[in-house]
T-cell receptor, first 109, second 111 residues
Framework: RKEVEQDPGPFNVPEGATVAFNCTYSNSASQSFFWYRQDCRKEPKLLMSVYSSGNEDGRFTAQLNRASQYISLLIRDSKLSDSATYLCVVTSNAGKSTFGDGTTLTVKP | DTGVSQDPRHKITKRGQNVTFRCDPI?????LYWYRQTLGQGPEFLTY????????KSRLLSDRFSAERPKGSFSTLEIQRTEQGDSAMYLC?????????FGPGTRLTVT
């Protein structure tokens, strides 16, 4: 079993839809959590941090559930430009970062 | 541009040759990470530095891989005796604490 698991998708949604991704992790000592966005043949770019109290940035909301060891990302009012691969990453207190393999989102007109 | 830079952007080498990649982090960031990424996979952790100290190294890494960050600024990743399975994108990221900022990567092709 992988340390960090994501549903690979693809998720194909119409513009304006709400879509949610989940990511589960196995290391209960994990310390920090983030979502990244990666466009085709580009480097990952930081999207947002994830906290137990939740984190909202415009149309994006991220949430951490430590008890169940999963993080989520909610995208409201999807835009064509949201089409990308979304990666979750979990960092241990020793500094090792583990990425999921990503969830692919395609937003269609 | 004050982002993370990597050099070269592309490298084609023959099997058995050694290659070295360079990463220049964002200047005030004391943490530096190396990853390898292949198509359809997320970045795979290779190693992590805090300043010049290499604090974590993946057990997946064979002895052919070595990384240095001699003065706590730029870093190099060397792969000795390259194999076709080493073909991948090699990504570097720097971090002030936890969030990481990636460079554009070095694409390695081993023929």
């Amino acid at each position: 079993r992988k340390e960090v698991e994501q549903d690979p998708g693809p998720f194909n949604v119409p513009e304006g839809a709400t879509v949610a991704f989940n990511c589960t992790y196995s290391n209960s000592a994990s310390q920090s959590f983030f979502w990244y966005r990666q466009d085709c043949r580009k480097e990952p770019k930081l999207l947002m941090s994830v906290y137990s109290s939740g984190n909202e940035d415009g149309r994006f909301t991220a949430q951490l559930n430590r008890a169940s060891q999963y993080i989520s990302l909610l995208i409201r009012d999807s835009k064509l430009s949201d089409s990308a691969t979304y990666l979750c990453v979990v960092t241990s207190n020793a500094g090792k970062s583990t990425f999921g393999d990503g969830t692919t989102l395609t937003v269609k007109p | 541009d004050t982002g993370v830079s990597q050099d070269p952007r592309h490298k084609i080498t023959k099997r058995g040759q050694n290659v070295t990649f360079r990463c220049d982090p964002i200047s005030e960031h004391n943490r530096l990470y190396w990853y390898r990424q292949t198509l359809g996979q997320g970045p795979e952790f290779l190693t992590y530095f805090q300043n010049e100290a290499q604090l974590e190294k993946s057990r997946l890494l064979s002895d052919r891989f070595s990384a240095e960050r001699p003065k706590g600024s730029f870093s190099t990743l060397e792969i000795q005796r390259t194999e076709q399975g080493d073909s991948a994108m090699y990504l570097c990221a720097s971090s002030p604490e936890y969030e990481q900022y990636f460079g554009p990567g070095t694409r390695l092709t081993v023929t």
